[in-house]
């Protein structure tokens, strides 16, 4: 039977260049999609799995982001005096519990992997932990990963990656897994590459931004084996622990997910949460069809 997964890291050390000359003063994790930061949507759906602790791995200039997540008592007299209660709920859901919220200084941006062994003292030896990366946002009905832990804890234990089908041609940009069998939505997986070179990839099942981690993983990082691009790469650990015997298992998560961590997927994202906004779909959904309608004119 597998230990409950109740902590969870949030690597946000990463230099965020894709977004730059923003992400010079403002996170990439605060950026907004509509009006809530890419950190809260990971909050919100780390909270509906079940996670009560909360790991962030931060960096130099990161601290908006721990700003972020302080109780603001003007705002909030301010509110009261005001009657917003919907303002003032809206803030609350901000607020964190005293001493569940830990933040962990990755001082070199040295990969993914480097990020989650930063926070190895903060777990238990015997316990399996949640890693959660913001910039993946993912549109469910039933949370991400609130849908892995529920799997995670039928099969009794291992690795879980969240796991995605993207087109061949965009495989090299991803953690590619190899595997076999299915049950439901899990398959268990026999090798992960990360950024395998064109045409290499064993299949277009690609890892996005949400784990489910055996303790031992963390063992693993402890080699700071440097992988794809110079960086020690979180997908390397989890692939020793295959080699090891240990099972390690893909997910395919019902629901969309967006790359918030690019341009282009940051803006789809916007539209789509816009469009599933109900004071906002209309309007929004207007100026699309009249969009559209100008490009059809013009073609
Ligand atoms: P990305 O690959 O998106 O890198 O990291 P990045 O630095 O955030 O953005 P670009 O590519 O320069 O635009 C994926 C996740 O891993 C974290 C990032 O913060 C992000 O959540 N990360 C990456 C770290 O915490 N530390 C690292 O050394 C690398």
Request: aromatic share 8%.
């Amino acid at each position: 039977m597998s230990r409950k997964v109740t902590k969870a890291i949030f690597p946000v050390a990463g230099l965020g260049t894709r977004f730059l000359p923003a992400t010079k003063s403002v996170p990439k994790e605060i950026m907004t999609l509509v009006d809530q930061p890419l950190i809260q949507y990971a909050i919100d759906e780390a909270r509906a799995a079940g996670i009560k602790e909360f790991i962030f791995v931060t960096s130099r200039g990161k601290g908006a982001l721990e700003d972020y997540f302080d109780h603001s008592p003007v705002l909030e007299q301010e509110l009261r005096k005001k009657g917003k209660d919907d303002l003032m709920a809206t803030l609350k859901r901000t607020y964190m519990d005293s001493g569940a919220i830990a933040y962990i200084r990755q001082h070199k941006a040295l990969g993914l992997g480097h990020a989650v062994w930063c926070a190895r003292r903060l777990l238990g030896p015997k316990e399996p932990f949640a890693v959660i990366l913001p910039d993946d946002v993912i549109a469910a009905e039933k949370p991400c990963l609130q849908q892995m832990v529920e799997a995670y804890e039928e099969l009794g234990g291992g690795s879980m990656v969240a796991a995605m089908e993207v087109p061949p041609e965009k495989a090299s940009s991803y953690g590619v897994l190899d595997y076999e069998g299915e049950t439901n939505e899990s398959v268990k997986v026999t090798g992960m590459v990360e950024k395998p070179p064109a045409g290499t990839e064993p299949s277009n099942l690609a890892v996005i931004g949400r784990y489910i981690l055996a303790p031992e993983v963390m063992k693993n990082l402890n080699k700071k084996k440097e992988g794809a691009g110079g960086e020690i790469q979180l997908t390397d650990a989890i692939a020793d622990e295959i080699s090891e015997g240990r099972n390690v298992y893909g997910y395919r998560f019902a629901g969309q997910r967006f790359d918030c961590g690019s341009k282009a997927g940051f803006l789809q994202a916007t539209i789509s949460f816009g469009l599933s906004r109900p004071e906002l779909r209309e309007e929004l959904q207007d100026y699309l069809d009249e969009l559209a309608a100008v490009r059809s004119a013009a073609q």
